[in-house]
Protein backbone atom coordinates (compact mmCIF):
# COMPACT_ATOMS: atom_id res chain seq x y z
CA UNK A 1 0.00 0.00 0.00
CA UNK A 2 1.06 3.36 -0.70
CA UNK A 3 0.63 6.99 -1.72
CA UNK A 4 2.06 9.47 -4.24
CA UNK A 5 2.64 13.40 -3.92
CA UNK A 6 4.24 15.79 -6.10
CA UNK A 7 6.35 17.27 -2.61
CA UNK A 8 7.09 15.57 0.36
CA UNK A 9 8.50 17.78 3.44
CA UNK A 10 9.74 15.15 6.09
CA UNK A 11 10.06 16.72 9.22
CA UNK A 12 7.76 18.84 10.93
CA UNK A 13 9.04 21.64 12.87
CA UNK A 14 9.25 25.40 11.90
CA UNK A 15 10.86 25.15 8.64
CA UNK A 16 7.87 22.61 7.12
CA UNK A 17 5.60 25.13 8.40
CA UNK A 18 7.30 28.08 6.36
CA UNK A 19 7.52 25.97 3.56
CA UNK A 20 3.90 24.75 3.47
CA UNK A 21 2.41 28.23 3.65
CA UNK A 22 5.24 29.68 0.79
CA UNK A 23 4.20 26.48 -1.69
CA UNK A 24 0.41 27.67 -0.94
CA UNK A 25 1.60 31.43 -1.92
CA UNK A 26 3.19 29.98 -5.03
CA UNK A 27 -0.14 28.00 -6.53
CA UNK A 28 0.77 24.76 -4.90
CA UNK A 29 -2.17 22.78 -6.27
CA UNK A 30 -4.88 20.45 -3.84
CA UNK A 31 -3.44 16.93 -2.92
CA UNK A 32 -0.18 17.31 -4.05
CA UNK A 33 1.69 18.15 -0.86
CA UNK A 34 2.44 15.83 1.96
CA UNK A 35 4.37 16.69 5.28
CA UNK A 36 5.40 13.38 7.64
CA UNK A 37 6.35 14.49 11.15
CA UNK A 38 6.60 12.38 14.21
CA UNK A 39 5.42 14.94 16.25
CA UNK A 40 1.40 14.25 16.73
CA UNK A 41 0.83 18.32 15.94
CA UNK A 42 1.28 20.48 13.34
CA UNK A 43 3.96 22.62 12.48
CA UNK A 44 4.65 25.20 15.25
CA UNK A 45 7.28 27.85 16.87
CA UNK A 46 9.63 26.19 18.63
CA UNK A 47 11.43 29.25 20.36
CA UNK A 48 8.10 29.22 22.31
CA UNK A 49 8.92 26.33 24.13
CA UNK A 50 11.43 28.13 26.61
CA UNK A 51 10.05 31.39 27.00
CA UNK A 52 6.09 31.68 26.92
CA UNK A 53 5.40 27.95 26.96
CA UNK A 54 6.81 28.01 30.54
CA UNK A 55 5.13 31.16 32.04
CA UNK A 56 3.76 30.32 35.84
CA UNK A 57 0.34 32.57 34.27
CA UNK A 58 -1.29 32.48 31.53
CA UNK A 59 1.36 30.17 29.50
CA UNK A 60 1.32 29.82 25.97
CA UNK A 61 -0.17 26.90 24.28
CA UNK A 62 -1.03 25.92 21.13
CA UNK A 63 -2.66 26.84 18.40
CA UNK A 64 -1.56 30.02 19.65
CA UNK A 65 2.09 29.14 18.47
CA UNK A 66 1.67 27.67 15.54
CA UNK A 67 3.51 28.67 12.03
CA UNK A 68 4.11 31.19 11.42
CA UNK A 69 3.18 33.52 13.76
CA UNK A 70 6.66 33.87 15.08
CA UNK A 71 6.95 36.39 11.76
CA UNK A 72 3.87 37.71 11.92
CA UNK A 73 2.00 35.54 9.30
CA UNK A 74 -0.58 33.44 9.03
CA UNK A 75 -1.54 30.85 11.56
CA UNK A 76 -1.34 27.38 10.41
CA UNK A 77 -3.86 25.55 12.24
CA UNK A 78 -4.27 21.44 11.39
CA UNK A 79 -7.93 23.60 9.45
CA UNK A 80 -5.85 25.83 7.23
CA UNK A 81 -3.50 22.37 6.40
CA UNK A 82 -6.66 20.51 5.30
CA UNK A 83 -8.43 23.73 3.33
CA UNK A 84 -5.69 23.98 1.22
CA UNK A 85 -5.23 20.43 0.33
CA UNK A 86 -2.12 19.86 2.01
CA UNK A 87 -1.71 16.19 3.84
CA UNK A 88 -0.54 16.39 7.04
CA UNK A 89 0.55 12.54 8.52
CA UNK A 90 1.58 12.98 11.85
CA UNK A 91 2.63 10.94 14.85
CA UNK A 92 4.45 8.98 12.22
CA UNK A 93 7.93 7.32 11.71
CA UNK A 94 10.03 7.26 8.58
CA UNK A 95 12.08 4.48 9.14
CA UNK A 96 13.83 4.34 5.59
CA UNK A 97 14.10 6.38 2.50
CA UNK A 98 15.65 5.34 -1.28
CA UNK A 99 16.64 8.25 -2.59
CA UNK A 100 17.25 6.81 -6.05
CA UNK A 101 13.81 5.45 -5.95
CA UNK A 102 12.39 8.14 -4.82
CA UNK A 103 10.36 6.63 -1.49
CA UNK A 104 9.57 6.40 1.91
CA UNK A 105 9.40 3.85 4.08
CA UNK A 106 7.12 4.95 7.35
CA UNK A 107 7.13 3.05 10.38
CA UNK A 108 3.55 1.60 9.98
CA UNK A 109 4.92 -0.12 6.48
CA UNK A 110 3.39 2.76 4.14
CA UNK A 111 5.40 3.58 0.92
CA UNK A 112 5.43 7.40 -0.26
CA UNK A 113 6.87 8.13 -3.15
CA UNK A 114 7.77 12.01 -4.40
CA UNK A 115 8.72 14.23 -7.17
CA UNK A 116 10.68 16.40 -5.03
CA UNK A 117 11.59 15.80 -1.01
CA UNK A 118 12.46 18.49 1.57
CA UNK A 119 14.75 17.39 4.56
CA UNK A 120 13.01 19.30 7.33
CA UNK A 121 14.07 16.87 10.03
CA UNK A 122 16.34 19.28 12.17
CA UNK A 123 17.96 17.90 15.10
CA UNK A 124 17.62 16.23 18.09
CA UNK A 125 19.61 17.00 21.87
CA UNK A 126 22.38 15.42 23.13
CA UNK A 127 21.77 13.02 25.93
CA UNK A 128 24.12 12.47 28.91
CA UNK A 129 24.50 9.31 28.22
CA UNK A 130 26.81 10.10 25.01
CA UNK A 131 29.11 11.88 27.72
CA UNK A 132 28.90 8.54 29.71
CA UNK A 133 26.04 9.60 32.71
CA UNK A 134 23.09 7.30 33.15
CA UNK A 135 19.69 9.05 34.43
CA UNK A 136 18.20 10.66 31.36
CA UNK A 137 14.98 8.51 32.17
CA UNK A 138 14.35 10.14 35.29
CA UNK A 139 10.88 11.48 36.06
CA UNK A 140 12.77 14.95 37.05
CA UNK A 141 15.49 15.08 34.15
CA UNK A 142 14.31 17.05 31.62
CA UNK A 143 15.40 18.31 28.06
CA UNK A 144 13.93 20.92 25.89
CA UNK A 145 13.69 20.23 21.84
CA UNK A 146 10.13 19.35 21.20
CA UNK A 147 6.17 19.50 22.59
CA UNK A 148 6.38 16.31 24.78
CA UNK A 149 9.48 17.51 26.12
CA UNK A 150 7.91 21.08 27.03
CA UNK A 151 5.11 19.39 28.46
CA UNK A 152 7.28 17.11 30.59
CA UNK A 153 9.14 19.61 32.11
CA UNK A 154 6.63 22.16 32.70
CA UNK A 155 4.79 19.25 35.04
CA UNK A 156 8.33 18.88 36.73
CA UNK A 157 8.56 22.72 37.63
CA UNK A 158 4.81 22.65 38.95
CA UNK A 159 5.95 19.65 41.15
CA UNK A 160 9.23 21.86 42.64
CA UNK A 161 8.03 24.74 43.34
CA UNK A 162 10.26 26.62 45.64
CA UNK A 163 12.25 23.43 45.21
CA UNK A 164 16.14 23.33 43.71
CA UNK A 165 16.85 23.31 39.97
CA UNK A 166 20.21 22.30 38.01
CA UNK A 167 20.90 23.55 34.66
CA UNK A 168 23.46 21.69 32.86
CA UNK A 169 24.66 23.74 30.30
CA UNK A 170 25.14 27.22 29.13
CA UNK A 171 23.81 27.94 26.12
CA UNK A 172 20.50 29.44 24.58
CA UNK A 173 18.36 26.65 26.33
CA UNK A 174 21.02 27.00 29.70
CA UNK A 175 19.50 30.60 30.16
CA UNK A 176 16.57 30.86 28.77
CA UNK A 177 15.05 27.87 31.22
CA UNK A 178 17.23 29.29 34.14
CA UNK A 179 15.03 32.28 33.71
CA UNK A 180 12.12 30.95 33.09
CA UNK A 181 12.45 28.58 36.69
CA UNK A 182 13.35 31.68 38.29
CA UNK A 183 10.12 33.14 37.05
CA UNK A 184 8.63 29.99 38.96
CA UNK A 185 10.30 30.80 42.03
CA UNK A 186 12.60 28.02 41.74
CA UNK A 187 16.32 27.99 42.95
CA UNK A 188 18.60 27.39 40.24
CA UNK A 189 22.47 26.69 39.89
CA UNK A 190 23.93 26.30 36.31
CA UNK A 191 26.74 24.34 35.73
CA UNK A 192 28.58 24.35 32.25
CA UNK A 193 32.44 23.76 31.25
CA UNK A 194 32.92 27.29 29.86
CA UNK A 195 34.52 30.18 31.36
CA UNK A 196 31.03 31.95 31.00
CA UNK A 197 27.36 31.90 29.60
CA UNK A 198 26.50 31.77 25.79
CA UNK A 199 30.69 30.98 24.89
CA UNK A 200 30.25 30.54 21.81
CA UNK A 201 29.08 34.27 20.76
CA UNK A 202 29.58 36.34 23.70
CA UNK A 203 32.36 37.68 24.66
CA UNK A 204 33.67 37.79 28.58
CA UNK A 205 32.87 41.35 28.91
CA UNK A 206 28.96 41.11 27.50
CA UNK A 207 28.75 37.47 29.36
CA UNK A 208 29.26 38.93 32.85
CA UNK A 209 26.87 41.38 32.56
CA UNK A 210 24.57 38.90 31.79
CA UNK A 211 25.90 36.77 34.58
CA UNK A 212 25.56 39.38 37.10
CA UNK A 213 22.14 40.08 36.41
CA UNK A 214 21.31 36.52 36.80
CA UNK A 215 22.93 36.48 40.08
CA UNK A 216 21.01 39.41 41.40
CA UNK A 217 18.22 37.08 40.63
CA UNK A 218 19.14 34.46 42.89
CA UNK A 219 20.64 31.91 40.08
CA UNK A 220 24.40 30.31 41.19
CA UNK A 221 27.48 29.51 38.40
CA UNK A 222 29.48 26.67 38.67
CA UNK A 223 31.57 26.98 35.72
CA UNK A 224 34.72 24.86 34.03
CA UNK A 225 33.04 21.58 35.23
CA UNK A 226 30.86 19.00 34.43
CA UNK A 227 28.42 16.39 35.79
CA UNK A 228 29.88 12.73 36.04
CA UNK A 229 26.66 11.00 38.36
CA UNK A 230 23.36 11.33 39.62
CA UNK A 231 22.55 10.55 43.02
CA UNK A 232 18.72 9.04 43.24
CA UNK A 233 16.00 7.78 45.29
CA UNK A 234 14.28 4.57 46.11
CA UNK A 235 11.55 6.10 42.97
CA UNK A 236 14.57 6.19 40.63
CA UNK A 237 14.01 10.20 40.89
CA UNK A 238 17.36 12.70 41.00
CA UNK A 239 17.72 13.99 44.66
CA UNK A 240 21.69 15.49 43.96
CA UNK A 241 23.93 15.72 41.05
CA UNK A 242 27.42 15.17 41.17
CA UNK A 243 30.00 17.29 39.81
CA UNK A 244 33.85 16.51 38.18
CA UNK A 245 35.54 19.07 40.86
CA UNK A 246 33.80 17.75 43.91
CA UNK A 247 30.53 20.03 44.18
CA UNK A 248 27.48 17.96 45.61
CA UNK A 249 23.90 19.96 44.79
CA UNK A 250 20.81 18.86 45.66
CA UNK A 251 18.06 18.61 42.93
CA UNK A 252 14.73 18.58 42.53
CA UNK A 253 14.63 19.54 38.83
CA UNK A 254 17.38 18.65 36.41
CA UNK A 255 17.19 20.59 33.24
CA UNK A 256 19.84 19.55 30.69
CA UNK A 257 20.93 21.70 27.21
CA UNK A 258 24.58 20.63 26.08
CA UNK A 259 23.69 20.96 22.66
CA UNK A 260 22.24 19.50 19.28
CA UNK A 261 22.83 17.17 16.32
CA UNK A 262 21.38 16.54 12.90
CA UNK A 263 19.15 14.47 12.39
CA UNK A 264 20.58 12.92 8.94
CA UNK A 265 21.14 9.20 9.65
CA UNK A 266 17.99 8.51 6.96
CA UNK A 267 20.28 9.89 4.13
CA UNK A 268 23.65 8.91 4.90
CA UNK A 269 25.58 6.98 1.96
CA UNK A 270 22.79 8.91 -0.05
CA UNK A 271 23.95 12.09 0.03
CA UNK A 272 26.80 14.01 0.68
CA UNK A 273 27.18 15.13 4.32
CA UNK A 274 29.43 18.06 5.44
CA UNK A 275 29.96 19.64 8.62
CA UNK A 276 27.50 17.17 10.33
CA UNK A 277 24.99 18.39 8.19
CA UNK A 278 23.05 17.80 4.36
CA UNK A 279 25.58 19.79 2.05
CA UNK A 280 23.40 21.85 -0.39
CA UNK A 281 23.56 24.53 -2.52
CA UNK A 282 22.59 28.20 -2.57
CA UNK A 283 19.22 27.33 -3.86
CA UNK A 284 19.25 24.69 -0.79
CA UNK A 285 19.46 21.23 -3.37
CA UNK A 286 21.14 18.23 -2.25
CA UNK A 287 23.61 16.36 -4.28
CA UNK A 288 20.10 14.61 -5.77
CA UNK A 289 18.91 17.17 -7.92
CA UNK A 290 14.97 16.05 -6.43
CA UNK A 291 16.09 16.46 -2.93
CA UNK A 292 16.21 19.54 -1.02
CA UNK A 293 17.31 20.21 2.68
CA UNK A 294 16.55 23.46 4.65
CA UNK A 295 16.60 24.23 8.94
CA UNK A 296 19.23 22.88 11.28
CA UNK A 297 20.08 19.89 9.13
CA UNK A 298 21.57 21.77 6.07
CA UNK A 299 24.65 23.04 5.60
CA UNK A 300 24.59 25.73 3.04
CA UNK A 301 27.23 28.75 1.52
CA UNK A 302 26.57 31.33 3.32
CA UNK A 303 28.20 33.88 0.79
CA UNK A 304 28.73 36.39 2.63
CA UNK A 305 31.58 35.01 3.96
CA UNK A 306 32.44 32.62 1.59
CA UNK A 307 32.09 29.26 3.15
CA UNK A 308 29.84 26.73 3.74
CA UNK A 309 27.93 26.70 7.24
CA UNK A 310 25.20 25.02 9.30
CA UNK A 311 23.12 26.95 11.13
CA UNK A 312 21.22 26.22 14.13
CA UNK A 313 19.01 29.08 14.54
CA UNK A 314 14.60 29.59 14.14
CA UNK A 315 15.43 32.44 11.33
CA UNK A 316 17.72 30.06 9.89
CA UNK A 317 14.84 27.74 9.45
CA UNK A 318 12.24 30.64 8.30
CA UNK A 319 14.13 31.54 5.36
CA UNK A 320 15.75 28.35 3.75
CA UNK A 321 12.39 27.16 3.97
CA UNK A 322 10.90 29.85 1.37
CA UNK A 323 13.99 29.97 -0.17
CA UNK A 324 14.03 26.28 -1.15
CA UNK A 325 10.48 26.23 -2.08
CA UNK A 326 10.73 28.95 -4.53
CA UNK A 327 14.09 27.50 -5.71
CA UNK A 328 11.41 24.30 -6.44
CA UNK A 329 8.83 25.95 -7.75
CA UNK A 330 10.37 28.76 -9.70
CA UNK A 331 14.11 27.92 -10.26
CA UNK A 332 14.65 30.41 -13.68
CA UNK A 333 13.44 32.92 -11.10
CA UNK A 334 15.69 31.95 -8.45
CA UNK A 335 18.60 33.54 -6.82
CA UNK A 336 21.30 32.45 -4.30
CA UNK A 337 20.30 31.72 -0.87
CA UNK A 338 22.38 35.36 0.56
CA UNK A 339 21.69 34.85 4.00
CA UNK A 340 23.19 36.92 6.97
CA UNK A 341 23.65 34.91 9.57
CA UNK A 342 21.14 35.99 13.09
CA UNK A 343 20.44 35.05 16.51
CA UNK A 344 18.49 36.30 19.17
CA UNK A 345 17.22 35.84 22.37
CA UNK A 346 15.05 37.10 25.55
CA UNK A 347 15.60 36.75 28.82
CA UNK A 348 14.16 38.53 31.81
CA UNK A 349 14.09 42.08 30.86
CA UNK A 350 16.73 41.71 28.27
CA UNK A 351 16.52 41.25 24.05
CA UNK A 352 19.48 41.20 22.24
CA UNK A 353 20.32 40.18 18.54
CA UNK A 354 23.64 39.10 16.74
CA UNK A 355 23.98 39.43 12.53
CA UNK A 356 27.05 38.05 11.01
CA UNK A 357 30.49 36.22 11.99
CA UNK A 358 31.78 36.40 16.09
CA UNK A 359 35.46 35.79 14.61
CA UNK A 360 38.55 38.17 14.94
CA UNK A 361 39.11 41.39 17.25
CA UNK A 362 36.18 42.34 19.19
CA UNK A 363 35.53 46.38 19.89
CA UNK A 364 32.65 47.03 22.44
CA UNK A 365 30.63 50.03 23.01
CA UNK A 366 27.72 51.33 25.08
CA UNK A 367 26.31 51.40 28.47
CA UNK A 368 28.05 48.90 29.91
CA UNK A 369 27.60 49.85 33.47
CA UNK A 370 23.91 50.34 33.42
CA UNK A 371 23.06 46.83 31.30
CA UNK A 372 20.85 49.07 29.27
CA UNK A 373 21.95 49.76 25.77
CA UNK A 374 25.05 48.11 24.59
CA UNK A 375 26.71 45.90 21.17
CA UNK A 376 30.00 45.04 20.33
CA UNK A 377 31.67 44.61 16.55
CA UNK A 378 33.82 42.36 15.70
CA UNK A 379 36.47 42.93 13.16
CA UNK A 380 38.25 40.66 10.64
CA UNK A 381 41.04 41.76 7.88
CA UNK A 382 40.21 45.24 8.61
CA UNK A 383 36.68 44.74 7.94
CA UNK A 384 33.38 44.55 9.39
CA UNK A 385 32.16 41.22 10.27
CA UNK A 386 29.91 40.92 13.46
CA UNK A 387 27.69 42.86 15.40
CA UNK A 388 25.88 42.41 18.45
CA UNK A 389 23.36 45.01 20.40
CA UNK A 390 21.30 44.43 23.39
CA UNK A 391 18.62 46.94 24.51
CA UNK A 392 18.00 48.60 20.72
CA UNK A 393 14.96 49.46 19.05
CA UNK A 394 13.69 47.59 15.85
CA UNK A 395 15.34 50.66 13.62
CA UNK A 396 18.78 50.14 15.47
CA UNK A 397 18.46 46.53 14.71
CA UNK A 398 18.16 47.01 11.63
CA UNK A 399 20.93 48.99 11.02
CA UNK A 400 23.46 47.06 12.07
CA UNK A 401 21.93 44.56 10.07
CA UNK A 402 22.39 46.07 6.94
CA UNK A 403 26.08 47.45 8.18
CA UNK A 404 27.06 44.22 8.76
CA UNK A 405 26.10 42.96 5.49
CA UNK A 406 27.84 45.73 3.70
CA UNK A 407 31.28 44.33 5.42
CA UNK A 408 32.64 47.97 5.37
CA UNK A 409 36.23 48.19 6.13
CA UNK A 410 37.15 49.84 9.88
CA UNK A 411 40.59 52.12 10.09
CA UNK A 412 40.20 52.84 13.35
CA UNK A 413 39.31 50.80 16.51
CA UNK A 414 39.11 53.51 19.04
CA UNK A 415 37.22 55.85 16.82
CA UNK A 416 34.79 52.81 16.28
CA UNK A 417 34.34 52.53 19.91
CA UNK A 418 33.67 55.99 20.37
CA UNK A 419 30.94 56.06 17.89
CA UNK A 420 29.51 53.07 18.87
CA UNK A 421 25.95 52.34 17.02
CA UNK A 422 26.70 55.81 15.19
CA UNK A 423 29.05 53.52 13.40
CA UNK A 424 26.84 51.56 11.97
CA UNK A 425 24.28 54.16 11.19
CA UNK A 426 26.81 56.20 9.41
CA UNK A 427 27.58 52.60 7.12
CA UNK A 428 24.09 52.56 6.29
CA UNK A 429 23.76 56.31 5.45
CA UNK A 430 26.38 56.48 3.08
CA UNK A 431 25.85 53.70 1.45
CA UNK A 432 22.53 55.67 -0.18
CA UNK A 433 23.37 58.31 -2.90
CA UNK A 434 22.32 61.19 -0.81
CA UNK A 435 20.83 64.63 -2.80
CA UNK A 436 23.56 66.58 -4.55
CA UNK A 437 23.45 70.46 -2.55
CA UNK A 438 26.10 72.78 -1.76
CA UNK A 439 28.46 71.26 0.79
CA UNK A 440 31.61 73.33 2.37
CA UNK A 441 34.76 71.67 1.09
CA UNK A 442 36.04 71.56 5.02
CA UNK A 443 32.89 69.24 5.29
CA UNK A 444 33.31 66.89 2.77
CA UNK A 445 36.97 66.69 3.82
CA UNK A 446 36.10 66.08 7.19
CA UNK A 447 33.55 63.14 5.85
CA UNK A 448 35.88 61.40 3.64
CA UNK A 449 38.58 60.93 6.67
CA UNK A 450 35.67 59.53 9.09
CA UNK A 451 36.44 56.07 10.48
CA UNK A 452 34.44 54.25 7.80
CA UNK A 453 35.50 53.69 4.60
CA UNK A 454 33.61 51.63 2.20
CA UNK A 455 35.86 49.45 0.16
CA UNK A 456 34.55 50.16 -3.28
CA UNK A 457 32.12 52.90 -3.32
CA UNK A 458 31.18 52.10 -6.97
CA UNK A 459 27.73 53.30 -6.71
CA UNK A 460 29.11 56.83 -6.61
CA UNK A 461 30.09 56.60 -10.02
CA UNK A 462 26.86 54.90 -11.52
CA UNK A 463 25.38 58.07 -10.21
CA UNK A 464 27.10 60.00 -11.89
CA UNK A 465 27.23 57.82 -15.41
CA UNK A 466 23.37 57.98 -14.78
CA UNK A 467 23.35 61.93 -14.40
CA UNK A 468 25.29 62.48 -17.86
CA UNK A 469 23.37 59.75 -19.60
CA UNK A 470 20.19 60.97 -18.94
CA UNK A 471 21.18 64.70 -19.51
CA UNK A 472 22.62 63.09 -22.74
CA UNK A 473 19.77 61.45 -23.87
CA UNK A 474 17.32 64.86 -23.14
CA UNK A 475 19.94 67.40 -25.02
CA UNK A 476 19.30 64.71 -27.60
CA UNK A 477 15.51 64.69 -27.87
CA UNK A 478 15.54 68.21 -27.77
CA UNK A 479 17.70 68.41 -30.56
CA UNK A 480 15.62 66.22 -32.17
CA UNK A 481 12.12 67.87 -31.65
CA UNK A 482 13.37 71.05 -33.50
CA UNK A 483 14.32 69.24 -36.39
CA UNK A 484 10.91 67.35 -36.61
CA UNK A 485 9.62 71.06 -36.06
CA UNK A 486 11.83 72.45 -39.27
CA UNK A 487 10.54 69.62 -41.46
Known amino acids: MGRAFVYVILGGGVAAGYAALEFTRRGVSEGELCIISEEPVAPYERPALSKGFLLPESPARLPSFHTCVGANDEKLTPKWYKEHGIELVLGTRVKSVDVRRKTLLSSTGETISYKFLIIATGARALKLEEFGVEGSDAENVCYLRDLSDANRLAT ?3 SSADGNAVVIGGGYIGMECAASLVINKINVTMVFPEAHCMARLFTPKIASLYEEYYRAKGVEFIKGTVLTSFEFDS ?8 LKDGNHLPADLVVVGIGIRPNTSLFEGQLIIEKGGIKVNSKMQSSDSSVYAI ?16 LEHVDSARKSARHAVSAI ?12 PFFYSRMFAFSWQFYGDPVGEVVHFGEYEDGKAFGAYWIKKGHLVGSFLEGGTKEEYE ?3 KATQLKPAVTDKEELEREGLGFAQTVVSQHIVPEVKDVPSSELVRQASRVVMMEKPLYVWHAATGVVVAASVAAFAFWYGR ?5
Open 329 to 340: MEPEKTGEFDYL
Open 483 to 487: RRRRW
Open 295 to 310: GDVATFPVKLFGEMRR
Open 399 to 401: TIS
Open 235 to 242: DKKVTAVN
Open 156 to 158: AIE
